[in-house]
């Protein structure tokens, strides 16, 4: 029997019509992109760091490169600098590209296609910090300790070039010594490079293990990935997961995000925080800590889960993606919130930090974009460009839209999964419970990592129960994947 295929990136269209997201820009926007240049570097006063081996780490197939980084060795610890792409500059408050912007305020990844919060023009080329480019950029300066405290740091505008767009898997391999993993051919052949990244993940180890000493939480998940064919179909489906190099750069945002959100406190001006309150269901966390030997204290407390999870993740690694899942379903999403100069703000219990921004993808989210303004108005000493009402509604919009863009992309990677998955109907699977809300109870399977719904009779059940499910039914173009216990 022949299938017709799911057109997936007309579906990926249609989803973000329907979430309320511009998939075109307006004409006043297209516009102001068509008027859009490099700067005349030689008018601007910045510093200029055109000189440091910066390098940028990301995705194999990144464009929208908003981060570059570099390391110094010193007596005190290793200074890290990281360069941010000023995409205020091409984006000024109010202009019909912000609008388009605050619209939407995310980029939306589906796996078909990408959906730009930023035009090509500015977000893959002229604000993309790419390689052998000279580039405006805001710096996070840091002085990194053997401990991973961080002191001594700075933030101010500069020129800066990128010297070696690198990617996440072959830095990766490199860096951890994989048997037959050769370097990069841009790190082979520049032992300086070899010697910047050896640093830099030196001092991505000394934050990390602060970090996670403080109670920032371990998880190994894995992230779908549909792999098209030429003609738009899908051809496989693969698992992302962390590795060294992609821990390097979350351990420098971090960083590099609450000093921001330090530097704009300490100038008195408010920001927008990213926030995982306290999770609501602590008491189905210990349950399954318990159910594997653990004993959580009867408070939330991200010490005492970050213990467990190492135990887990050291005792049983094959399973402890399943136990990653399940406990960040049981935390709850994440929200932004403003927070005034002086007020008490809810920290990133995942993270275990208490100052928290977005501030160092301006290129892909509207916060980031946000904080930049913020932190171009305490560079000149001026009041912040937003009252706090408006603050507030810009970073509940945040908040709503990234909602929608997680929908959408579920939605595209599971009408994939599910055209995959067609030739596979009738047969069994292990698999985890994933959630329950009143829509139903969902499922995840081990192998492949695709999430589905279960149908018929369901008792008992919560999320982290392990069950053997039958692959009952699927429907590419609708993403449904329905899924019974056997």
């Not at 990844?109 to 919060?117: A, E, I, K």
């Not at 997961?241 to 008195?268: K, P, S, V, W």
Request: proline letters at 5%; glycine letters at 6%.
């Amino acid at each position: 029997m022949s299938y017709r295929h799911p057109d997936l990136r007309a579906i990926a269209r249609q989803a973000m019509l329907n979430r309320g997201f511009l998939v075109d820009l307006p004409p006043d926007a297209e516009d102001q992109v068509r008027s859009e240049s490099d700067p005349e570097f030689r008018s601007i006063k910045s510093r200029d760091l055109t000189s440091f081996l910066w390098s940028s780490i990301d995705n194999d197939d990144s464009r929208d490169l908003d981060q570059v980084e570099y390391a110094e060795e010193e007596v005190g610890g290793i200074r890290v600098y990281v360069g941010i792409a000023d995409v205020d500059w091409f984006v000024p408050a109010q202009s019909p590209l912000d609008r388009a912007a605050g619209h939407n305020t995310t980029s939306v990844y589906t796996g078909v296609r990408t959906f730009p919060m930023l035009p090509e023009r500015l977000s893959t080329d002229l604000s993309s910090l790419n390689e052998g480019e000279r580039r405006l950029a805001v710096v996070i300066e840091m002085l990194v300790s053997g401990d991973g405290s961080v002191s001594d740091s700075s933030l101010y505008p500069a020129i800066v070039k990128n010297k070696a767009q690198l990617a996440y898997n072959s830095v990766a391999a490199w860096l951890e010594n994989e048997a037959g993993a050769q370097a990069p051919d841009k790190v082979a052949r520049n032992r300086d490079l070899q010697k910047q990244l050896r640093l830099q993940d030196m001092a991505a180890q000394y934050l990390r293990e602060r970090r996670h000493e403080a109670g920032a939480l371990t998880f190994h998940t894995t992230e779908l990935q549909p792999i098209m064919s030429a003609e738009g179909l899908v051809v496989d489906l693969q698992s992302k997961q962390h590795n060294r190099a992609t821990l390097l750069i979350e351990d420098f945002m971090i960083a590099a995000n609450q000093t921001t959100a330090g530097f704009l406190e300490q100038r008195g001006l408010p920001s927008i925080r990213r926030v995982v309150k306290i999770p609501e269901r602590w008491d189905r966390i210990r349950t399954l800590a318990a159910a594997l030997g653990g004993n959580l204290s009867p408070e939330p407390d991200a010490r005492s889960l970050e213990a467990f999870l190492l135990q887990q993740q050291k005792s049983n690694p094959t399973h402890f993606p399943e136990l990653s899942l399940s406990v960040i379903k049981l935390l709850g999403r994440g929200e932004y919130m403003v927070k005034m100069p002086g007020a008490e703000a809810p920290g990133h219990f995942g993270l275990a930090v208490e100052n928290y921004s977005h501030s160092t993808a301006p290129n892909r989210r509207y916060s980031d974009l946000l904080t930049q303004r913020l932190l171009k108005a305490a560079f000149t000493g001026k009041r912040s460009p937003y009252s706090q009402d408006e603050m507030v509604e810009l970073a509940t919009r945040c908040t709503e839209k990234e909602d929608d863009a997680n929908k959408v992309e579920r939605l595209v990677k599971k009408c994939a999964a599910a055209a995959m998955l067609r030739p596979r109907v009738g047969q069994e699977f292990d698999a985890i419970v994933s959630g329950i809300n009143a829509s139903g109870t969902w499922v995840r399977l081990l192998h492949p990592p695709v999430e589905g719904k279960l149908v018929g009779e369901v008792k008992n059940l919560d999320v982290g129960h392990r069950v053997r499910v039958r692959l009952e039914s699927v429907n590419p173009e609708r993403g449904f994947i329905d899924f019974e216990l056997r």
